[in-house]
């Protein structure tokens, strides 16, 4: 019998087909190796993941205000708040829900613009402050983009029962941080951040059709010059194509990350022994099934990393939950 990662992919490809048979044709065109791995040694990928139950709809993304959700990030200062924007053609907006889609607000972000927003992350400070990250990460413009930026902005306080407030009319936020980057080997398109929930260090990583997902980390120096992450890892998951990665996020405890594409989800643990954080990027890749999914551009751990939230873009789409089962939690 298929493990339930091969079963999941399976049922992706043949649920997809068209849209796989698609990239198949740009992957031939290009003259890449054997499809889903990397050039080169193929890495062999656990396919099988015993630590999540099945997906689960407790709600749907119910604002109307949100027509795109590209990434989604679970607040660690607020219980049962879940953050989410719009990707680029919107501008600089962040809307709350609750863990069921129901909607709690709309806030504009000051001091930010909205050109290509792909992610979005939280952070809790030693002080106990939380703040939201939100990556202007994407390039898929004819004329390619050399400068991203990444807004840092206090998180904002949602009132009990919502904030009455949308597009038309938002809550303004604090002003946010700007922190400016540039790729040290040019141009690229990216979809996913990430902040270490320890060091704060940030983690951008690359959205590739025909090769593994470049990883760059950054120091957290929001309102200096332009600056250069550094490339310390390639990636790629065990999908077609293997480097198009939509989003991700960092567990609460810095021992896990998720990361996905449009279908499926895919986590990294760091191992026991482990001295380095950037050590998880050797690590295989498990698939996690996000079955229901239109178009899935975000995913984030629940603030007690217990449980996974995934979105997809498009009005009224379901908000995906799937929880750890117990054992994995006595682990």
Not at 60 to 82: F, K, M, N, T, Y
Request: charged residues 25%.
């Amino acid at each position: 019998m298929l493990g339930t990662g091969k079963r999941m992919l399976y049922r992706n490809i043949t649920k997809k087909f068209p849209l796989v048979i698609f990239w198949l044709a740009v992957l031939v065109s290009i003259g890449c190796g054997p499809i889903g791995v990397s050039r080169g040694t193929p890495p062999k990928f656990e396919m099988d993941r015993s630590d999540y139950g099945k997906p689960q709809t407790p709600g749907r993304v119910r604002s109307g205000d949100i027509e795109e959700s590209s990434g989604v990030a679970a607040s660690r200062c607020q219980p049962d708040i879940l953050w989410t924007h719009n990707d680029s053609g919107d501008g600089p907006y962040i809307f709350a829900m609750d863990t069921t889609g129901r909607d709690l607000g709309t806030w504009k972000i000051e001091n930010a613009e909205n050109i290509d927003w792909e992610d979005i992350a939280e952070f809790k400070d030693a002080s106990g402050k939380c703040f939201l990250y939100l990556g202007d990460t994407g390039n898929s413009r004819k004329e390619p983009r050399t400068t991203h930026q990444i807004y840092r902005v206090a998180e904002p306080s949602v009132p009990e029962d919502g904030a009455r407030s949308t597009r038309k009319d938002p809550i303004l936020s604090s002003p946010a941080e700007v922190l400016a980057f540039s790729y040290p080997d040019g141009p690229h398109d990216a979809e996913t951040l990430m902040v270490h929930p320890e060091t704060g260090e940030i983690y951008v990583i690359t959205k590739s059709k025909d090769s593994p997902a470049g990883v760059y980390k950054l120091d957290p120096s929001f309102g200096g010059p332009v600056v250069r992450p550094e490339k310390v890892a390639e990636i790629t998951v065990p999908a077609i194509p293997n480097g198009f990665l939509t989003g991700g996020d960092i567990a609460p405890d810095g021992k896990r990350l998720v990361l996905c594409d449009y279908f499926a989800g895919y986590e990294l643990a760091l191992p026991p022994d482990a001295k380095n954080f950037d050590d998880i990027w050797k690590q295989k890749p498990a698939v996690i099934d996000l079955d229901g999914r239109n178009q899935g551009e975000a995913i984030g751990y629940s603030s007690d990393g217990r449980s996974l939230f995934a979105t997809s873009e498009g009005k009224d789409q379901p908000l995906i939950r799937v929880d750890q089962n117990a054992k994995a939690r006595t682990k």
